[in-house]
């Protein structure tokens, strides 16, 4: 039992660098589009005022976020000494090991520089509704990223000690700014859920499923398969000013590794804004399909490929298009309408 050092993170492959210019709006989604993984640009936000401020010092950005500040308490984490940072569930998997409060910025960035004993952490806090002013400031070049079609970019604050968040995926791509002091990121693509051992749907402790897996202790008696996920693990050490980009659905824990860090991020996802989350089509199958017989979900997995997975043209190219229904194309009207007949088929 216990910690299996020879599948530590610590022996993942770096995430790779790129010493050109980060691209810039829409050309930053074809790079990652293209990469299909993370990258990491140097130095790409080293000029942005709010890294300017914390190379001066922890108090000059500090100063620099009241001043910025829309004056709203901010929701904040505290764990104990026990917890090594790592803000996850408690022993009994019944709740967490962490508390939450709210404080207003100026006494918690003066308890932060103090350098307090215990892990504490602001999570994803919104810029605009927060920090209106330090996005357009900082901005590190996500102008015509996404059209007008397609969901708003979304920014947040994210700050604390040396904490860790352990794994998790987001649903949309990310663009990570390292403002103030370090943070490692470890990196693993999608297909290794099952080796990520993921928890509970819910609760969960930041809204998004993590895994039960202990990086710094990883258990291989508990979760052997977590070897496998080592294997195809990445990593990298922000640096201020550094930035890092990944796509949607990568599993990633983050660790602040200094006193004191701040960081910035931009989810963003190339798709048009009626477009539903799939983490509910997951939850409906899960009531749908989980508990069929194997053959039956065997034929679905089939009729998922048609639909879903497959050509759209295998699908709906025999159809005139005045009978495609939902396998057309679909638009802010039609999808309006396939969600109100989802809604009324599920509230049977």
Known sequence: MGDHSGHSVESANPVEDYDTPMPRGAELDRFLTSVGGPAVFRRAGYELPIVREARNSSA????YLLDKSAERPLTVYRAGDE?????HYNDAVDGFNFSASKNDLAPLLEEMLSDPSEPIYVGSTDLRLFFPGLWEENDPGLDGLVDESSAPIVGSLWMGNRTVTPAHYDLSNNCALCAAGRRRFTLFPPDQVSNLYPGPLEPTPG????????FAAPDLDRFPRFADAVETAQSVI?????????????????????????LLNWWWNPVPDF????QLTLLHALLSIRQRPTHEREAWRAIFNHYVFGDRATANAHLPAHIQGPLGEMDALSARRLRAVLTRKIQR
Not at 60 to 63: D, E, G, I, L, Q
Not at 83 to 87: A, L, N, S, V, W
């Open 275 to 278: 477009v539903d989350t799939p």
């Open 207 to 214: 809204g998004q499923v993590v895994s039960m897996v202990d």
């Open 60 to 63: 000059s950005v500090a100063s």
């Open 83 to 87: 917890t090594g940072g790592r803000f």
């Open 238 to 262: 922000l640096e201020a000013g550094d930035i890092l980009v990944y796509p949607a659905m990568w599993w990633h824990q983050v660790e602040g590794l200094d006193a004191f860090n701040i």
